[in-house]
């Protein structure tokens, strides 16, 4: 600012002025100082402005595993769009699923004086976001419930989604279902497949272990371990998918193997009832999950000295058919 204010002949105060359209500043001085703005390129540290001023810096920090998954790239929309209403931006932050990148991240969102935090855990340790390592900054996971911690969160029903799924392929008379899952180390991995394996057990159907795979974490290794399914002596009639990725997997297995295997997974996606072929899946609004988020970090940001128990939400699932059936 003494830089703009040395070069357009005039006080510091003056600049000051100009930025917040004092009406007492003439348009020729106005003009003088805008002019040197631009030569300079100057740009108000916002940061510095907020700590002198002692007021909140306007950002809240969102750490996800994959933006390349559709629903974290949603997810950070409807967060991003939330925030936005109340004149709060986002500090996005990719750990690539790296738990010791997220504790880095996370410490570096903390140095740059973010509001708050909206953190999808890339596992099930939650020591970093303890509250007295966050310097109590108010804390939302997503996804994935605390462990260890309390803080609030937004879960989807991956349980009941998936147990409801499973129910309409038994409901069309299939006994032999392969499902091709997430870790099970990782929350929404666990649910989904204690959701595949409720339906089975209460319609009195075994499970048979060599049509459960569940490491798969991108499209291409669902493809492999869909092959293998159908490769099969007595291969599965229908395959339950736990994500969009594998669901995409196994859709190329079985277009490529000529397969008469009957699909449903978790997740909706784009084209889905563009393919023409008979699909089910569990289906949500990822966006909703990052509105939800957002909106209890916000209340914890206005919130007194008393502050209430952590909250807990839920966003519902449907099961949606798309093709012939």
Known sequence: MRDVAAMAHVSAMTVSRVLHNDPRITEMTKQRVLNAIEELGYRRDETARNLRLGRSAGLIGLVVPNLANPFYSQFALGAGETAEKFGINLVLANTAEDPRREIRLVDDLISRRVDGLIVVPADNDHRHLDPVKLHHLPLVLAARPPVGVEADCVLVDDFGGTREAIRLLIARGHTKIGFLGLPPSAYTGAERLRGFRAAMDEAGLP???????????????????????????????????????????????????????????????????????????????????????????????????NPSPPRRGVVPTSVVEYGDQ
């Open 207 to 305: 499970v048979d272990e060599q049509y459960v795979h569940y490491h798969q974490r991108d499209i291409a290794t669902a493809e492999q371990a869909t092959r293998a399914l159908l490769a099969l002596p007595d291969p599965p009639t229908a395959l339950f998918s736990a994500n969009s990725r594998n669901t995409i997997g196994t859709i190329r297995a079985v277009n490529n193997t000529g397969a008469s295997t009957v699909l449903a997974g978790f997740d909706d996606f784009e084209l889905a009832d563009m393919l023409g072929l008979p699909l089910i899946v569990v289906a949500y609004d990822p966006g909703d999950v990052g509105q939800r988020a957002a909106n209890l970090l916000i209340d914890r940001l206005n919130e007194d000295d």
